[in-house]
């Protein structure tokens, strides 16, 4: 079995953080750029955030700058996004995704996905 798990979401007040997980198995994340997205009701699906294969290159969508960062730990197979100053307009499904080597912010590009995990900002 080839899957991701993401884990870490719930239910907080504007301002707050949470740092999103996700653990992958049956596979190796050394080769793979971690890929970041979510998609709010009644939306379409949208790129958050990217860290490629040696971690060197990190993607961030405007909206997310300076409150999110990407991070990964090849040696535990996992990915992680530190969401800080969280907004409702956070508020959505969060998914990982992984593709070969480098990022892309179409999600179509991404081979493996996770379930998700729900971020409420709310207060």
């Known amino acids: 079995q080839l899957q991701l798990v993401e884990s870490g979401g719930g239910l907080v007040q504007p301002g707050g953080s949470l740092r999103l997980s996700c653990a992958a198995s049956?596979?190796?994340?050394?080769?793979?750029?971690i890929g970041w997205f979510r998609q709010a009701p009644g939306k379409e699906r949208e790129g958050v955030s990217c860290i490629s294969d040696s971690g060197g290159l990190n993607n961030y969508a405007d909206s997310v700058k300076g409150r999110f960062t990407i991070s990964r730990d090849n040696a535990k197979n996992m990915g992680y996004l530190q969401m800080n100053s969280l907004k409702p307009e956070d508020t959505a499904v969060y998914y990982c995704a992984a593709r070969r080597r480098v990022c892309s912010y179409y999600s179509s590009e991404y081979n493996y996905w996770g379930q998700g995990t729900q971020v409420t900002v709310s207060s």
């Open positions: 049956g596979f190796t994340l050394d080769y793979y750029a």
